[in-house]
């Protein structure tokens, strides 16, 4: 149930971010490098597909890692490095088999991967860390530490998590 609550947490933010980069900051620098490649509108299935799978990835293999270890540096480093190369798959990938593709559109993206999967896995860990959300139910001794840690320590929002709210 908490993967759950990292997932959707994680899908809000990187939503929110991207959906800013997408249709307000970078919506005519894309039009003008890669318009032509473009479709008239954006296929919402496989847009859809690629939100729910990277956000998962991104949850499993950095935000719940760094959130159960409470490790910020792992959650900065390895956010940083799953959106490099994610992003360096796709750019790198149309730069070697697209005819047009431009080394501009690749030299915005890969900071853009970078700078997303870090925005996305910071913002997401402090909301749940700040909440003190648990991480996982593996079994109820596994995360007694954490429990405790959670419910005795103060957060930096004073009614977040508090049983008093």
Same mark, same amino acid.
């Given at each position: ?10 899908? =809000? ?11 307000? &900051? ?22 859809? &597909?690629?939100?729910?799978?990277? *956000? ?20 900065? =480093? ?37 700078? &997303? ?9 402090? *909301? ?31 009614? *977040? ?5």
């Amino acid at each position: 149930m908490e993967n759950i609550k990292t997932f959707l947490v994680a899908f =809000v933010v990187f939503l929110g971010i991207d959906m800013l980069w997408l249709t307000v &900051i970078a919506q005519k620098f894309y039009k003008s490098q890669i318009g032509h490649l473009m479709a008239d509108k954006a296929r919402l299935l496989p847009a859809a &597909i690629f939100y729910l799978l990277f *956000i998962a990835a991104l949850a499993y293999f950095v935000i719940v890692p760094a959130l159960e270890h409470q490790n910020l540096t792992k959650l900065i =480093v390895s956010a940083a490095i799953f959106g490099l190369v994610t992003y360096a798959t796709y750019d790198l990938t149309n730069m070697a088999t697209l005819k047009d593709w431009p080394l501009l559109v690749t030299v915005v993206d890969l900071p853009r991967g970078t700078f &997303i999967s870090l925005a996305v896995s910071l913002v997401t860990y402090l *909301i749940l860390f700040v909440s003190g959300i648990p991480i996982q139910e593996k079994g109820k001794d596994q995360n007694l530490a954490w429990r405790e840690y959670a419910t005795k320590t103060p957060r930096f929002v004073p009614f *977040i998590g508090s049983k008093k709210c």
